[in-house]
C-alpha cells in the first residue's frame, strides 16, 4: 500500500492541475463512501461490506484509511494557489524608460554634453609657448667675422580677463547641451507614447472586427440552414459569406498596420524591429484634468526647450562680455640670450660680447576694436528674448488647445458608450433573432451589422484622437520626463 502512495504522491507532484480537476468530479464519490464506511453498524463478527463480501476487518479498515488519506490529500491540493504566469504587458511610462536608456538616437544626441565639456577644457588653456632662433652674420659680404646669434621663447598672455569669459560662454553652452539633450528625450517620449496609443487603438479594432466576423459566421451558419431548409434562396448564403470575406480583409489590413506600428515603436525603444512587444492595454482614465492654468504653469516650468531659449539669452550675454575682453588682444613677452662680435677696421679682432633679451609686445587697438562682434551680440541677445516671449506663448497656447480637444472628445467618447455603441449592439442581436425566425430579409442583417461596424469603428477613431491630444498634451507639458 505504501508503493501505491509513494507512486500517487509522485504523480500528484507531476500533475497538481490535473489532479484537483480529478478531485473535484470524484470528491462526493469519496466522501460518500467514506461516510459510509464510517456510519455503517457492526454486523456480527465482520463490519458492513466486508462481511458481505468476504473482505477481513482488516482490509475495509485499510480501505476506509486509504480514502480518508486520499481526500485529505485532495483538499490540500485544492488549497493550493495554481494561477498561470501572465506576461504582463509594458506600459507606456516602462517603454520610455526603456527608450531612454537603449535608444540609439538619444545615445548619440548625448554626445553633445561632452564636446561642450571638451569646450570648457580648451577655453581655460593657455597658447603655446614660441620657440626663436636667429642668427646673422657677414659671410657673403665683408667677411670680417661679424654675426649676431640669439635663443629665446616668447609667451603670449591673454589681459582683459579674456580667459575668464571664454569659460563663462564655455559653461552656459554645457547647460544648452543638457537642455538640448532633455528636448530631444522630450520629442522622443512624445513619438513613443502617440505609437503606443495607436498600436492599442488598432488591437482594439481588431476585437471589433473579430466580434463582427463571429456574427457574421453565426449569420452564415443560419442562412445555410434556411437555405438547406428550403427557407431560403442561395443569394442569402452568398450575401452572409461575401459580408464575412469582407470583415476578414478588414481584419488582415489591421493586423499588418499593427504589426507595422510595434515594428516602429521597437525602432524607437532601439530594439529590433521584429522582437515581440507585449503592451499594457490600460488606457488612461478620463478623469477630469488639471486646470488649464497649472497646465501651463507645469508646461512652463519643464519645457527643456523653454529653458534653451533662456540659456541663450545668458550665452549672448557672456558672448557679449567675451567680444569687448578680445577688443585687447594677447600681450607678448620674449625672453632669450643673445651672443654678438662685432669688427672694427684697424683693431685687433674683438671678444664675444653676452647679452639677456628681454621684450614685450603690446597691440594697440586702434583699427580694430570688435566693434562687429561686440554688435553681434547684442543683436543675439535681443533675438533670445523676443524668441522667450514668442515660445512662452506658443507653449500656453499649444496647452490650450491640446486641453480643449481633450475636453471635446471626452463628450464624443461618452456619448458612444451610453447609447450609440450599446443601441447598435442590441440592433444587431435582434437582426439575427428576426432573420433566424423568417421575419426579415437578410439585407437587413447584414445592414445592421454594417452599422453597428460603422459605429465601432467611428468610436474607436473618436478614441484614437483623445489618446493621440492625451499624449501630445503630457508631451507638451514634459510629464513623461518627470
Same mark, same amino acid.
Given at each position: 500500500?505504501?508503493?501505491?502512495?509513494?507512486?500517487?504522491?509522485?504523480?500528484?507532484?507531476?500533475?497538481?492541475?490535473?489532479?484537483?480537476?480529478?478531485?473535484?468530479?470524484?470528491?462526493?464519490?469519496?466522501?460518500?463512501?467514506?461516510?459510509?464506511?464510517?456510519?455503517?453498524?457492526?454486523? /456480527?463478527?465482520?463490519?458492513?461490506?466486508?462481511?458481505?463480501?468476504?473482505?477481513?476487518?482488516?482490509?475495509?479498515?485499510?480501505?476506509?484509511?486509504?480514502?480518508?488519506?486520499?481526500?485529505?490529500?485532495?483538499?490540500?491540493?485544492? /488549497?493550493?494557489?495554481?494561477?498561470?504566469?501572465?506576461?504582463?504587458?509594458?506600459?507606456?511610462?516602462?517603454?520610455?524608460?526603456?527608450?531612454?536608456?537603449?535608444?540609439?538616437?538619444?545615445?548619440?544626441?548625448?554626445?553633445?554634453?561632452?564636446?561642450?565639456?571638451?569646450?570648457?577644457?580648451?577655453?581655460?588653456?593657455?597658447?603655446?609657448?614660441?620657440?626663436?632662433?636667429?642668427?646673422?652674420?657677414?659671410?657673403?659680404?665683408?667677411?670680417?667675422?661679424?654675426?649676431?646669434?640669439?635663443?629665446?621663447?616668447?609667451?603670449?598672455?591673454?589681459?582683459?580677463?579674456?580667459?575668464?569669459?571664454?569659460?563663462?560662454?564655455?559653461?552656459?553652452?554645457?547647460?544648452?547641451?543638457? %537642455?538640448?539633450?532633455?528636448?530631444?528625450?522630450?520629442?522622443?517620449?512624445?513619438?513613443?507614447?502617440?505609437?503606443?496609443?495607436?498600436?492599442?487603438?488598432?488591437?482594439?479594432?481588431?476585437?471589433?472586427?473579430?466580434?463582427?466576423?463571429?456574427?457574421?459566421?453565426?449569420?452564415?451558419?443560419?442562412?445555410? @440552414?434556411?437555405?438547406?431548409?428550403?427557407?431560403?434562396?442561395?443569394?442569402?448564403?452568398?450575401?452572409?459569406?461575401?459580408?464575412?470575406?469582407?470583415?476578414?480583409?478588414?481584419?488582415?489590413?489591421?493586423?499588418?498596420?499593427?504589426?507595422?506600428?510595434?515594428?516602429?515603436?521597437?525602432?524607437?525603444?532601439?530594439?529590433?524591429?521584429?522582437?515581440?512587444?507585449?503592451?499594457?492595454?490600460?488606457?488612461?482614465?478620463?478623469?477630469?484634468?488639471?486646470?488649464? %492654468?497649472?497646465?501651463?504653469?507645469?508646461?512652463?516650468?519643464?519645457?527643456?526647450?523653454?529653458?534653451?531659449?533662456?540659456?541663450?539669452?545668458?550665452?549672448?550675454?557672456?558672448?557679449?562680455?567675451?567680444?569687448?575682453?578680445?577688443?585687447?588682444?594677447?600681450?607678448?613677452?620674449?625672453?632669450?640670450?643673445?651672443?654678438?662680435?662685432?669688427?672694427?677696421?684697424?683693431?685687433?679682432?674683438?671678444?664675444?660680447?653676452?647679452?639677456?633679451?628681454?621684450?614685450?609686445?603690446?597691440?594697440?587697438?586702434?583699427?580694430?576694436?570688435?566693434? /562687429?562682434?561686440?554688435?553681434?551680440?547684442?543683436?543675439?541677445?535681443?533675438?533670445?528674448?523676443?524668441?522667450?516671449?514668442?515660445?512662452?506663448?506658443?507653449?500656453? @497656447?499649444?496647452?490650450?488647445?491640446?486641453?480643449?480637444?481633450?475636453?471635446?472628445?471626452? +463628450?464624443?467618447?461618452?456619448?458612444?458608450?451610453?447609447?450609440?455603441?450599446?443601441?447598435?449592439?442590441?440592433?444587431?442581436?435582434?437582426?439575427?433573432?428576426?432573420?433566424?425566425?423568417?421575419?426579415?430579409?437578410?439585407?437587413?442583417?447584414?445592414? %445592421?451589422?454594417?452599422?453597428?461596424?460603422?459605429?465601432?469603428?467611428?468610436?474607436?477613431?473618436?478614441?484614437?484622437?483623445?489618446? +493621440?491630444?492625451?499624449?501630445?498634451?503630457?508631451?507638451?507639458?514634459?510629464?513623461?520626463?518627470?
Amino acid at each position: 500500500m505504501f508503493v501505491h502512495l509513494r507512486a500517487a504522491f509522485a504523480a500528484m507532484a507531476r500533475q497538481r492541475t490535473t489532479m484537483r480537476c480529478v478531485f473535484v468530479a470524484s470528491v462526493a464519490r469519496v466522501t460518500s463512501a467514506c461516510v459510509t464506511a464510517l456510519l455503517s453498524p457492526p454486523s /456480527g463478527p465482520r463490519y458492513g461490506a466486508a462481511a458481505r463480501t468476504g473482505g477481513t476487518p482488516s482490509s475495509t479498515k485499510s480501505s476506509f484509511v486509504r480514502h480518508i488519506f486520499i481526500f485529505c490529500i485532495g483538499f490540500a491540493l485544492l /488549497g493550493i494557489p495554481n494561477h498561470p504566469a501572465r506576461a504582463k504587458g509594458l506600459t507606456v511610462t516602462q517603454l520610455i524608460a526603456t527608450a531612454l536608456r537603449e535608444s540609439k538616437e538619444l545615445q548619440a544626441a548625448r554626445f553633445v554634453e561632452a564636446k561642450a565639456r571638451a569646450r570648457l577644457v580648451q577655453a581655460g588653456l593657455l597658447p603655446n609657448p614660441s620657440l626663436e632662433l636667429a642668427n646673422k652674420n657677414d659671410r657673403v659680404f665683408a667677411n670680417e667675422g661679424e654675426y649676431t646669434s640669439s635663443i629665446g621663447f616668447s609667451q603670449k598672455f591673454p589681459v582683459a580677463g579674456r580667459v575668464a569669459r571664454q569659460k563663462d560662454v564655455a559653461q552656459v553652452d554645457i547647460d544648452l547641451a543638457l %537642455a538640448e539633450i532633455s528636448e530631444a528625450e522630450r520629442k522622443h517620449a512624445g513619438e513613443i507614447a502617440i505609437t503606443f496609443y495607436r498600436a492599442l487603438i488598432l488591437n482594439r479594432q481588431i476585437e471589433t472586427r473579430d466580434h463582427l466576423i463571429e456574427l457574421d459566421r453565426n449569420l452564415l451558419e443560419s442562412a445555410r @440552414n434556411r437555405f438547406r431548409a428550403a427557407e431560403v434562396s442561395e443569394l442569402d448564403v452568398n450575401v452572409a459569406q461575401l459580408d464575412l470575406q469582407r470583415v476578414t480583409q478588414e481584419r488582415a489590413l489591421l493586423v499588418n498596420e499593427k504589426l507595422n506600428q510595434l515594428g516602429q515603436l521597437n525602432q524607437l525603444l532601439g530594439r529590433a524591429a521584429a522582437q515581440p512587444l507585449a503592451l499594457d492595454e490600460t488606457l488612461p482614465s478620463m478623469e477630469s484634468l488639471p486646470s488649464l %492654468a497649472d497646465q501651463q504653469r507645469r508646461a512652463l516650468d519643464h519645457r527643456p526647450d523653454l529653458r534653451a531659449a533662456v540659456l541663450t539669452v545668458r550665452r549672448a550675454r557672456a558672448d557679449h562680455k567675451l567680444a569687448r575682453a578680445e577688443r585687447f588682444e594677447d600681450w607678448t613677452v620674449g625672453l632669450g640670450v643673445e651672443r654678438s662680435r662685432s669688427a672694427i677696421e684697424g683693431a685687433p679682432p674683438q671678444p664675444s660680447n653676452n647679452a639677456l633679451a628681454l621684450s614685450l609686445s603690446i597691440p594697440l587697438p586702434l583699427l580694430n576694436n570688435n566693434e /562687429g562682434r561686440v554688435a553681434e551680440t547684442i543683436a543675439t541677445g535681443a533675438q533670445a528674448e523676443a524668441q522667450i516671449v514668442a515660445l512662452r506663448r506658443s507653449i500656453s @497656447n499649444e496647452v490650450a488647445n491640446f486641453v480643449a480637444e481633450i475636453a471635446r472628445l471626452q +463628450q464624443v467618447i461618452v456619448e458612444y458608450q451610453r447609447t450609440m455603441l450599446p443601441v447598435s449592439e442590441g440592433n444587431v442581436r435582434l437582426a439575427q433573432q428576426g432573420y433566424g425566425r423568417g421575419q426579415i430579409p437578410i439585407s437587413d442583417v447584414v445592414q %445592421a451589422g454594417r452599422q453597428q461596424g460603422d459605429i465601432n469603428i467611428a468610436y474607436l477613431a473618436a478614441l484614437d484622437l483623445y489618446l +493621440q491630444a492625451w499624449a501630445k498634451l503630457r508631451t507638451a507639458t514634459a510629464d513623461y520626463l518627470k
